[in-house]
T-cell receptor
Framework: GAGVSQTPSNKVTEKGKYVELRCDPI?????LYWYRQSLGQGPEFLIY????????DSGLPNDRFFAVRPEGSVSTLKIQRTERGDSAVYLC???????????????FGPGTRLTVL | LAKTTQPISMDSYEGQEVNITCSHN???????ITWYQQFPSQGPRFIIQ???TKVTNEVASLFIPADRKSSTLSLPRVSLSDTAVYYC?????????????FGKGTRLHILP
C-alpha cells in the first residue's frame, strides 16, 4: 500500500514569507506526528495529532508554527513569518495505533526540505 | 525521563556483524526500547523493538540484559546498504512532559 507522502519535497522561500507543508498519512492511521530535522541531528518532535485534535503541541518552537488536521487524515504544518533558522527537513509520521507512545511503530514520510533565504 | 546514549559513529566492513549499544540507565518499568534506521534523504524506518531478553526479526536482533539499562542492536553480515544512522528510543512517552527524543543517533559506515 501507499506510504506516508509529503508535499512539496522541496520548498525555498524568503525570510518573512508564509509556507504550508502537507502530509498524507497512511490510510486508517489515527495518529500523526510532525518532526523537524536539522543537519546532523535526529528528528525533533513538534506536534502529535490523535484524530483531528492536536493532543500534544509542546514541541512547536513558537507561535509562528501551527498545524491542523481537520478531517483526521491529511495534515498541514503552517509556518508564518519564516526565519532562516526555520530551514530544516520537516518530517511527518503516522501510526496505526492511537496514543502518543513511542512503542507504536511510526511510519515516516520522505520529508519536505525547507530553505529560508 | 529515560535518556539514551549511543556512539556517535562506527565503521565496519561488509560481511561483518555490527553491534551498536545504547545506554539507558533511567529506563522505566513500562518503557520499551525501539530502534530506527535512517538513510540520507529519507525518513527514519522502524527496525526492531523489545522489552527484555532477545528479539529477532528478518533485519536485526535486539539484546536486552536483565537490568535493561542498556540494549544492543545487532546487524548480521552487514552490506554497504546498511550504511545509515541508527537511533535508539526508550519510552512509551505517554505524557507531554516526557518528550519523544531521537537524539543524534549512531552513524554507521560500512566499508567494502
Amino acid at each position: 500500500g501507499a506510504g506516508v507522502s509529503q508535499t512539496p519535497s522541496n520548498k525555498v522561500t524568503e525570510k518573512g514569507k508564509y509556507v504550508e507543508l502537507r502530509c498524507d498519512p497512511i490510510s486508517g492511521h489515527t495518529a500523526l506526528y510532525w518532526y523537524r530535522q536539522s543537519l546532523g541531528q535526529g528528528p525533533e518532535f513538534l506536534i502529535y495529532f490523535q484524530g483531528t485534535g492536536a493532543a500534544d503541541d509542546s514541541g512547536l518552537p513558537n507561535d509562528r508554527f501551527f498545524a491542523v488536521r481537520p478531517e483526521g487524515s491529511v495534515s498541514t504544518l503552517k509556518i508564518q513569518r519564516t526565519e532562516r533558522g526555520d530551514s530544516a527537513v520537516y518530517l511527518c509520521a503516522s501510526s496505526r495505533t492511537p496514543g502518543r507512545v513511542s512503542y507504536n511503530e511510526q511510519f515516516f514520510g520522505p520529508g519536505t526540505r525547507l530553505t529560508v533565504l | 525521563l529515560a535518556k539514551t546514549t549511543q556512539p556517535i559513529s562506527m565503521d565496519s566492513y561488509e560481511g561483518q556483524e555490527v553491534n551498536i549499544t545504547c545506554s539507558h540507565n533511567n529506563i522505566a518499568t513500562n518503557d520499551y526500547i525501539t530502534w530506527y534506521q535512517q538513510f540520507p534523504s529519507q525518513g527514519p524506518r522502524f527496525i526492531i523493538q523489545g522489552y527484555k531478553t532477545k528479539v529477532t526479526n528478518e533485519v536485526a536482533s535486539l539484546f536486552i540484559p536483565a537490568d535493561r539499562k542498556s540494549s544492543t542492536l545487532s546487524l548480521p553480515r552487514v552490506s554497504l546498504s546498511d550504511t545509515a544512522v541508527y537511533y535508539c528510543l526508550v519510552g512509551p512517552h505517554e505524557n507531554r512532559d516526557d518528550k519523544i527524543i531521537f537524539g543524534k543517533g549512531t552513524r554507521l559506515h560500512i566499508l567494502p
